[in-house]
């Protein structure tokens, strides 16, 4: 088929978008001024499969879970999604450099499998106040991540906090999670959770203008606020990155510290001491809330938010799936984001409509896939993600399913090719694995598979161009790709 079928399709559609019934010049005015979104988002999952929504908790950024923008695609104010959270959520997604997701009820927490809420899908996970211990897999999936180069951000609450009374409060389930897991639990982060019920205060931030969590791209951090919470104490000597930023009032050094950081293989892991100062006062109907994202005496906005950013920059555009270069170690994982494509244009990097779930082509599994080329005419498309591969993996393979349609009738000359490059950080082309033609053409899809373990410790782009002839389409169409290490 023609390509040219497909760019009139999307012509209709940006006309069915924007409202628009004049020219294209008018379309491409429009496009222009739609507000820039980050190539590569900070992909985010806030846990709500431990009881985050028992009694009067609402720790959710909105009630459409996975995907908050079921509720509202374009967000303005903390109550056009539905949660306590809301405000937090809304707040990264106006960025356009966060795409975020909410594991729901009934859910597991996974690392290195299919699902799309597995956390090799992204680089932080957000547990606000969890209220059911964690099962030893969600354990070690969990300690996993974050050694692999993924973000924690781990949020309690007081002593006795059991709001589904099961018997195990935050302060029980997160310091479970830090002593008694497969893969870590000789005091991995550095820090306890004292068993303590502090009432009222407003802890102040440590004098440090260089940290980014206290001086970030959302602010500046002088106090955050404790409503019935609790503090940490510091194990400097188990893990010498632990570092407290917010103390409660006469309290300092290792002890007392309410807000505090640290790391963990390539991953990083922050704690706050209260789930009072996340909640925006805002949710579902029946629960009392309190509004402390907003306490003009505190500054837990910019807190949450530099935090949030703080963690995901850990492991660029990776995740914990792909994180981990450095350590000598290898955790069996699958690396690459939004792999099958489901979540549309995000964590690739991609030509316009190259992401697609247009029906002119097929995918091989569920509605999105990528189609680079098919317009008959000269085109060059690209498709690529950054990834790193850790230091210990000796196998590294990337695999793709690719369908290639072709309308030129050659027999042996490759008018339109589609090569797979490894390029490193700063772009220059390492290796160029395999290279596609329209001589390759067939029916239906072909998994195809490149062996990477030679680039083990390095943060490398897969790169995908394909580059169309002057004439007769050629259309390279991919799906479910995977980066499988060992």
């Not at 992204?122 to 050694?147: G, R, Y």
């Not at 019920?197 to 407003?202: E, H, L, Q, V």
């Not at 490759?414 to 090569?419: C, E, G, P, W």
Request: with cysteine; aromatic share 8%; proline share 3%.
């Amino acid at each position: 088929m023609l390509r040219s079928t497909k760019a009139r399709h999307r012509l209709t559609t940006a006309l069915a978008v924007f409202g628009l019934l004049t020219t294209g010049a008018a379309v491409q005015a429009t496009t222009a001024a739609t507000p820039a979104h980050a190539a590569t988002p900070h992909r985010v999952l806030f846990d709500n499969a431990h009881a985050e929504t028992a009694g009067n908790a609402d720790w959710i950024i909105s009630t459409s879970q996975p995907d908050p923008l079921g509720q509202d695609s374009s967000p303005s104010v903390e109550t056009d999604w539905t949660g306590a959270l809301s405000s937090w959520g809304v707040a990264l997604q106006k960025t356009g450099d966060y795409s975020l997701k909410t594991l729901p009820s009934g859910s597991s927490l996974s690392y290195g499998g299919s699902s799309s809420t597995d956390l090799s899908n992204f680089d932080t996970l957000v547990l606000p106040e969890p209220n059911t211990l964690f099962t030893t897999a969600e354990k070690t999936a969990i300690m996993n991540f974050v050694k692999n180069g993924g973000g924690l951000f781990m949020i309690s609450d007081h002593t006795g906090s059991d709001r589904n009374n099961d018997g195990a409060d935050a302060v029980k389930i997160l310091n479970d999670l830090m002593t008694n897991n497969s893969v870590d639990s000789t005091d991995p982060f550095g820090f306890s959770i004292d068993s303590l019920n502090i009432a009222s205060g407003y802890p102040a931030a440590i004098s440090d203008s260089t940290d980014p969590v206290l001086h970030g791209s959302f602010g500046t951090v002088t106090k955050s606020l404790i409503a019935n919470g609790t503090t940490a104490t510091l194990k400097p000597s188990d893990n010498s990155s632990v570092k407290g930023l917010v103390y409660r009032s006469g309290y300092s050094g290792n002890t007392g510290a309410f807000f505090l950081t640290s790391t963990f293989g390539s991953g990083r892991v922050a704690f706050w001491g209260d789930s009072s100062p996340i909640d925006d006062g805002t949710g579902q109907s029946g629960n009392t809330l309190y509004d402390g994202w907003n306490d003009s005496g505190a500054t837990n906005a910019a807190l949450a938010l530099n935090a949030t950013a703080w963690l995901a920059g850990g492991s660029g555009s990776t995740g914990g799936g792909g994180g981990g270069g450095g350590t000598g170690t290898c955790t069996a994982a699958q690396l690459l984001g939004n792999n099958g494509f489901e979540s549309g244009a995000t964590t690739w990097s991609a030509s316009s409509g190259v992401i697609t779930n247009s029906s002119s082509e097929s995918p091989r599994t569920g509605s999105y896939y990528a189609w680079l080329d098919g317009y008959g005419s000269a085109h060059t498309d690209t498709l690529s993600q950054s990834v790193t591969i850790p230091s210990g993996c000796t196998s590294a393979t990337f695999s793709f399913y690719l369908h290639i349609d072709t309308a030129e009738t050659t027999t042996g000359t490759a008018y339109d090719t589609l090569k797979l490059q490894v390029l490193n950080s700063s772009g220059t082309v390492l290796g160029t694995p395999v290279t596609y033609s329209n001589l390759n053409a067939g029916s239906g899809y072909t998994q195809r598979s490149v062996n990477l373990a030679s680039y083990a410790g390095q943060t490398v782009t897969l790169k995908f161009t394909g580059t169309e002839g002057s004439s007769l389409q050629t259309s390279f169409v991919i799906d479910d790709t995977a980066l499988n290490v060992s």
